[in-house]
Nanobody
Framework: QLQLVESGGGLVQPGGSLRLSCAAS????????IGWFRQAPGKEREGVSC????????NYLDSVKGRFTISRDNAKNTVYLQMNSLEPEDTAVYYC????????????????????WGKGTLVTVSS
């Protein structure tokens, strides 16, 4: 069973924080570029943040720069997305994805399909 499982979503007030986790089972995340994507109802999926296999390179959507931070702990086979100063516009289902043969920028720009997708975790930002 090869899969990615997201967790950490929920309901939060504007200005609040959440930390999302993406845990892999059945394969080693350390070999993969990892991306966080989100999709709100009726909108296109967008790349939120991506990180290289060794964590050296990262990419962020302009609207989340300075608020979100992506990180990884390859020893735990887990990638994180720390989300601060959340806004209602951040409301979406957040997905993580893994792709070995790509770059951080190409992955976040969705230039090609990825090897693995999680099923998503819902983030709702509302007062």
């Amino acid at each position: 069973q090869l899969q990615l499982v997201e967790s950490g979503g929920g309901l939060v007030q504007p200005g609040g924080s959440l930390r999302l986790s993406c845990a892999a089972s059945g394969f080693t995340l350390g070999y993969y570029v990892i991306g966080w994507f989100r999709q709100a109802p009726g909108k296109e999926r967008e790349g939120v943040s991506c990180i290289s296999s060794n964590g050296r390179s990262t990419n962020y959507l302009d609207s989340v720069k300075g608020r979100f931070t992506i990180s990884r702990d390859n020893a735990k086979n887990t990638v994180y997305l720390q989300m601060n100063s959340l806004e209602p516009e951040d409301t979406a289902v957040y997905y993580c994805a893994a792709d070995r043969l790509t770059t951080v920028q190409a992955m976040c720009l969705q230039r090609r399909g990825v090897d693995y997708w999680g099923k998503g975790t819902l983030v709702t930002v509302s007062s």
